[in-house]
């Protein structure tokens, strides 16, 4: 960690199911899926300075930097702070873009944590949900940052008792746009919602999946190859798939199996952010 940045984690995020339960008048899908967080992500590191510019120094190729939600979080809490205060930032991207692990979102809400800390903002987490959730769906179960059954768009959040198995994450070498996903003609939209107490992670299902993998070969191909070995599922709209096992071992043997060229991690499922510890230790 360079002199005077604090470090964070922005982990990944897994869609254990997701069920589409109607659209909205506004575009918006109505859904139903249980978040759970994995010991695996990218990493942020933030310097106060009295400049009163957003910095980020380690911008991601393809991205403008005002477009980045890590940009966009900062510049929607600089209302609240003074007008001399700003942000140097470095990112370490460790999770791929368009593979719906949520890392987008997790940046986001990293940011919005450490900047409320750091800033001396003091607002509380509903305010930083309600900030959060104009920037992405996803951002609001990353500020909670505990294992969530969530609803409506994805801004409904209670929290679940899940268990926390290990999963082998393999990325199929394609970017997959949630947008193109959920205007799709055939995706399934009426799937019957269940009250949390009727949820059995198992027995769902990912309503994009079969979608995803009828317009994107590379998914089919891997999927259809990690079936062989593993329970294995698409998260939110891919193009990660995450298989299931009960030891680390395991997802390890199945990852040495890989065809060459996948890239994977395995990495354990959490009930929290590691991020909710780091603030903490302020």
């Known amino acids: 960690m360079s002199d005077n940045f604090i470090r ?3 982990v990944a995020k897994i869609n254990r199911f997701l069920h589409i339960t109607g659209r909205r008048q506004d575009g918006y899908h109505e859904l139903q899926s249980v978040f759970q967080f994995l010991n695996f992500g990218d ?14 120094l380690t911008p991601i190729a393809g991205v403008d930097n ?9 510049n929607a809490l600089k ?37 409320n800390a750091l800033w001396k903002l003091d607002l509380d987490q ?14 609001p179960v990353f500020i909670k940052g505990v294992t969530a059954f969530a609803e409506g768009i994805g801004e409904k959040l209670q929290p679940f008792h899940c268990d926390q198995p290990w999963f082998l994450v393999t990325i199929p070498g ?8 959920f205007t799709h003609k055939d995706l399934p939209r009426s799937t019957a919602k269940h009250t949390i107490e009727e949820i059995d992670i198992d027995q769902c299902v990912n309503d994009c999946e079969a979608l ?31 298989s299931t096992f009960s030891d680390k071992k395991s997802a390890e ?21 590691p991020t909710l510890h780091e603030l903490q230790q302020l």
């Open 126 to 139: 509903q305010t930083l949900i309600n900030i959060g959730v104009k920037l992405g769906a996803d951002v």
């Open 79 to 115: 209302p609240f702070a003074s007008v001399d205060l700003g942000v140097d930032i470095k990112l370490e991207k460790n999770l791929p873009m368009g593979g719906g692990l949520g890392g987008g979102s997790s940046n986001a809400a990293t940011t919005l944590l450490a900047l």
């Open 253 to 273: 043997q199945l990852q040495a199996k890989l065809p060459k060229g996948v890239k994977s991690f395995v990495a354990q499922g959490l009930t929290q952010t």
């Open 8 to 10: 964070f984690s922005s």
């Open 43 to 56: 990493f942020l590191e933030y310097k106060v300075t009295q400049t009163g510019n957003i910095n980020l």
């Open 174 to 181: 394609v970017e997959i746009s949630t947008a193109s996903v």
């Open 212 to 242: 995803v993998r009828k317009l994107y070969p590379e998914v089919e191909k891997l999927m259809a190859w990690l079936l062989e070995y593993a329970p294995s599922r698409l998260t939110g709209t891919g193009a990660c798939i995450f």
């Open 66 to 74: 005002d477009s980045n939600l890590i940009v966009k979080a900062a």
